[in-house]
């Protein structure tokens, strides 16, 4: 110990700065410790400023301002040479060793020295997330698990999901790994890839896709034990007594888990979420202390699906029956099958409680799709931002529908931004986008209406559908907004809208346009020819680009500022049509199809298209519309692919 003082008294002695004989500070030496002194602290320092304000009391008084923001003035002293900072430890001599802040990321608005782009650096590994599903079957955990994934990708934050489900099956011997890619790629025209990327985004490597399971409920009891060589399958697996069952599923939850962990810690992740039942304290707390002994300093959240709502199970338990343990199986046994898997994790559940908050952890129970929230101890702007998010959940049956505004006076000039009038084309394509809106809801109405009447549980073999928990509601009650931006272009083709008092007319100044800065009103064709360098930038990278100029935007800023608009759309329960510019449809196109980041800036989206946005307990239902002038129609196009834009003025 005494020792360790000496070589400590050592160190201090060598970094105090030398004082001279005559008792002033050395020039050079303006700082202890690695802590820069005050001026009254070095005379040296202290002196040079006096001077200085000796220098400004000969010139004269300060001049007098009308204003007190206006009083900073460009000195007239000489400059003094710039001193760059050294990097330097200001805590202490050790090295540091608690983790990074864990303060907001958001990809476009913010940026930083080991994150020039915003997103979760891979450093800062306290800032990343594990989500740990936890609930019964059917609860809608995996539906949850997509719409999370969903949100934040299209928020730039890395995502992916690991479902135990899937890995169960192959470790079972129901279902055949797929292969492994191959080294190299077969060749693919390029517009054939860039249509399979829009729609379904690129398949993540070591990622088990849904398959069918090749258990078999039409067959007999003979037929079944000829296939004894493969784990039975139906709901004898989820019993807590079957001890080798158990055992089997504990592994695979641990290496869906070190495959998670891997995708964080190695492969640029930033969010992983585990989708598993963990209807246990047992399975959790062996997550958690696996989690903890790969990398402590990772967070971790809890998130459990609870359901009350018998309209609700019932939609969920439909839903069950065409997935992959019971597709294409008979829908009676395959229910009674289902609701025996259930009771057996029924006997062994442990809801989130008194474990999780005598260890701290976070978590978040989710009760009956969002109409009821409890959440405990969220730490992050990750976990802050699930809890919001899972707030606008609802399941009501509604109609989206996104197009941008009709022909406008810079749209044939080929100008960027602007606020012009709409043309005389662009008003018929209003009254036309009236009409046929009006049209389809209530066609929409009638479809819905009938879908009750013909309604049955458990479906009849064939009939996957799933139906609506809330559709016993009064439907007729349904109002329809119409959102615009606050351009011209976009209000003008609401105007028939506005005229029809079944219709709610709203102005978003979020909706607008991205704004192009210095480039407002200039064609590609100018740019190019006066910005070249400015013009290859963008081209390079839309996506990460911004405008240079006041207010100059990029597509990053705008998924920003959309991001309220999203949740909204998320929380209500009316049908809507968002009337707004080629960038906001882009993004928001982005978040209901769940294109990747590559993908966004360049999606397709010209004049004339209608997009309509159906959500469904599975996911959406999608169609696309093309404005037929001649007939002041829009036909549908049954066979329509998102794809990349071709013509960068449509």
Same mark, same amino acid.
């Given at each position: 110990?005494?020792?360790?003082?000496?070589?400590?008294?050592?160190?201090?002695?060598?970094?105090?700065?030398?004082?001279?004989?005559?008792?002033?500070?050395?020039?050079?030496?303006?700082?202890?410790?690695?802590?820069?002194?005050?001026?009254?602290?070095?005379?040296?320092?202290?002196?040079?400023?006096?001077?200085?304000?000796?220098?400004?009391?000969?010139?004269?008084?300060?001049?007098?301002?009308?204003?007190?923001?206006?009083?900073?003035?460009?000195?007239?002293?000489?400059?003094?040479?710039?001193?760059?900072?050294?990097?330097?430890?200001?805590?202490?001599?050790?090295?540091?060793?608690?983790?990074?802040?864990?303060?907001?990321?958001?990809?476009?608005?913010?940026?930083?020295?080991?994150?020039?782009?915003?997103?979760?650096?891979?450093?800062?590994?306290?800032?990343?997330?594990?989500?740990?599903?936890?609930?019964?079957?059917?609860?809608?955990?995996?539906?949850?698990?997509?719409?999370?994934?969903?949100?934040?990708?299209?928020?730039?934050?890395?995502?992916?999901?690991?479902?135990?489900?899937?890995?169960?099956?192959?470790?079972?011997?129901?279902?055949?790994?797929?292969?492994?890619?191959?080294?190299?790629?077969?060749?693919?025209?390029?517009?054939?890839?860039?249509?399979?990327?829009?729609?379904?985004?690129?398949?993540?490597?070591?990622?088990?896709?849904?398959?069918?399971?090749?258990?078999?409920?039409?067959?007999?009891?003979?037929?079944?034990?000829?296939?004894?060589?493969?784990?039975?399958?139906?709901?004898?697996?989820?019993?807590?007594?079957?001890?080798?069952?158990?055992?089997?599923?504990?592994?695979?939850?641990?290496?869906?888990?070190?495959?998670?962990?891997?995708?964080?810690?190695?492969?640029?992740?930033?969010?992983?979420?585990?989708?598993?039942?963990?209807?246990?304290?047992?399975?959790?707390?062996?997550?958690?202390?696996?989690?903890?002994?790969?990398?402590?300093?990772?967070?971790?959240?809890?998130?459990?699906?609870?359901?009350?709502?018998?309209?609700?199970?019932?939609?969920?338990?439909?839903?069950?029956?065409?997935?992959?343990?019971?597709?294409?199986?008979?829908?009676?046994?395959?229910?009674?099958?289902?609701?025996?898997?259930?009771?057996?994790?029924?006997?062994?559940?442990?809801?989130?409680?008194?474990?999780?908050?005598?260890?701290?952890?976070?978590?978040?129970?989710?009760?009956?799709?969002?109409?009821?929230?409890?959440?405990?101890?969220?730490?992050?702007?990750?976990?802050?931002?699930?809890?919001?998010?899972?707030?606008?959940?609802?399941?009501?049956?509604?109609?989206?529908?996104?197009?941008?505004?009709?022909?406008?006076?810079?749209?044939?000039?080929?100008?960027?931004?602007?606020?012009?009038?709409?043309?005389?084309?662009?008003?018929?394509?209003?009254?036309?986008?009236?009409?046929?809106?009006?049209?389809?809801?209530?066609?929409?109405?009638?479809?819905?209406?009938?879908?009750?009447?013909?309604?049955?549980?458990?479906?009849?073999?064939?009939?996957?559908?799933?139906?609506?928990?809330?559709?016993?509601?009064?439907?007729?009650?349904?109002?329809?907004?119409?959102?615009?931006?606050?351009?011209?272009?976009?209000?003008?083709?609401?105007?028939?809208?506005?005229?029809?008092?079944?219709?709610?007319?709203?102005?978003?100044?979020?909706?607008?346009?991205?704004?192009?800065?210095?480039? *407002?009103?200039?064609?590609?064709?100018?740019?190019?020819?006066?910005?070249?360098?400015?013009?290859?930038?963008?081209?390079?990278?839309?996506?990460?680009?911004?405008?240079?100029?006041?207010?100059?935007?990029?597509?990053?800023?705008?998924?920003?500022?959309?991001?309220?608009?999203?949740?909204?759309? *998320?929380?209500?329960?009316?049908?809507?049509?968002?009337?707004?510019?080629?960038?906001?449809?882009?993004?928001?196109?982005?978040?209901?199809?769940?294109?990747?980041?590559?993908?966004?800036?360049?999606?397709?989206?010209?004049?004339?298209?209608?997009?309509?946005?159906?959500?469904?307990?599975?996911?959406?239902?999608?169609?696309?519309?093309?404005?037929? *002038?001649?007939?002041?129609?829009?036909?549908?196009?049954?066979?329509?692919?998102?794809?990349?834009?071709?013509?960068?003025?449509?």
């Amino acid at each position: 110990m005494k020792g360790q003082l000496t070589a400590s008294a050592s160190t201090t002695a060598s970094s105090s700065p030398t004082i001279p004989s005559n008792g002033e500070r050395a020039p050079a030496a303006r700082h202890h410790e690695g802590l820069l002194l005050p001026p009254a602290a070095d005379p040296t320092l202290a002196h040079e400023l006096k001077s200085l304000n000796d220098f400004h009391m000969l010139a004269g008084p300060p001049p007098t301002y009308d204003s007190p923001y206006s009083r900073s003035i460009a000195s007239t002293a000489p400059g003094s040479p710039r001193i760059p900072p050294a990097r330097q430890n200001s805590g202490s001599h050790t090295p540091r060793v608690r983790p990074h802040a864990t303060t907001l990321n958001i990809p476009g608005m913010t940026r930083s020295r080991v994150s020039p782009d915003g997103r979760i650096a891979e450093r800062d590994v306290a800032a990343k997330l594990v989500i740990i599903m936890v609930g019964l079957p059917a609860r809608g955990k995996s539906y949850l698990t997509k719409k999370i994934q969903r949100y934040l990708s299209w928020q730039q934050h890395n995502t992916r999901i690991f479902n135990v489900g899937n890995r169960r099956r192959v470790a079972a011997g129901v279902v055949t790994p797929p292969k492994p890619a191959p080294t190299s790629a077969p060749e693919v025209d390029a517009p054939t890839q860039a249509a399979t990327i829009l729609l379904h985004g690129p398949t993540p490597p070591n990622v088990v896709e849904d398959e069918p399971t090749k258990l078999d409920l039409n067959a007999s009891s003979s037929t079944a034990t000829k296939r004894a060589e493969k784990i039975d399958q139906s709901a004898k697996f989820f019993d807590p007594k079957n001890e080798t069952a158990s055992k089997l599923r504990e592994k695979v939850a641990l290496d869906t888990l070190d495959e998670l962990l891997d995708y964080l810690l190695h492969q640029g992740g930033a969010v992983g979420i585990l989708d598993a039942t963990n209807s246990t304290v047992h399975r959790r707390e062996l997550l958690v202390n696996h989690i903890r002994q790969r990398e402590p300093k990772l967070g971790i959240l809890f998130i459990e699906s609870i359901c009350h709502d018998q309209n609700l199970l019932e939609a969920n338990m439909r839903l069950k029956l065409s997935g992959p343990d019971y597709k294409d199986k008979d829908p009676v046994q395959s229910l009674a099958d289902f609701k025996e898997r259930v009771k057996a994790y029924e006997s062994a559940y442990e809801p989130l409680g008194q474990w999780e908050e005598d260890h701290d952890l976070q978590y978040i129970q989710m009760i009956d799709v969002g109409r009821k929230i409890v959440h405990h101890r969220l730490k992050g702007f990750l976990s802050g931002g699930i809890a919001s998010y899972l707030t606008t959940f609802n399941l009501s049956p509604r109609q989206i529908w996104i197009t941008r505004h009709g022909r406008s006076v810079d749209n044939e000039l080929q100008k960027l931004g602007g606020d012009s009038n709409l043309t005389e084309r662009g008003h018929y394509y209003g009254q036309a986008l009236y009409n046929f809106i009006t049209h389809k809801r209530k066609e929409w109405l009638i479809e819905q209406k009938n879908k009750i009447a013909q309604s049955s549980f458990p479906p009849q073999p064939g009939d996957h559908t799933p139906p609506y928990p809330e559709l016993n509601q009064e439907l007729e009650d349904k109002n329809f907004c119409i959102w615009t931006s606050m351009l011209k272009r976009s209000v003008q083709t609401a105007e028939y809208f506005e005229a029809d008092d079944d219709y709610d007319v709203k102005n978003w100044e979020m909706l607008n346009e991205l704004n192009a800065g210095t480039f *407002e009103g200039m064609t590609y064709d100018e740019i190019a020819q006066k910005y070249p360098e400015e013009y290859n930038k963008r081209q390079k990278d839309k996506l990460q680009y911004i405008y240079p100029g006041v207010g100059g935007e990029g597509y990053l800023q705008v998924i920003s500022r959309l991001r309220d608009m999203v949740r909204e759309i *998320e929380r209500i329960t009316d049908h809507v049509l968002i009337i707004s510019h080629r960038s906001v449809c882009r993004v928001l196109m982005a978040y209901f199809m769940d294109l990747t980041r590559e993908d966004i800036a360049d999606l397709d989206v010209p004049l004339g298209i209608l997009y309509a946005i159906e959500p469904k307990p599975y996911g959406i239902e999608f169609h696309a519309y093309r404005y037929n *002038e001649a007939q002041m129609w829009f036909d549908e196009m049954p066979n329509y692919k998102p794809q990349k834009t071709v013509d960068r003025n449509s």
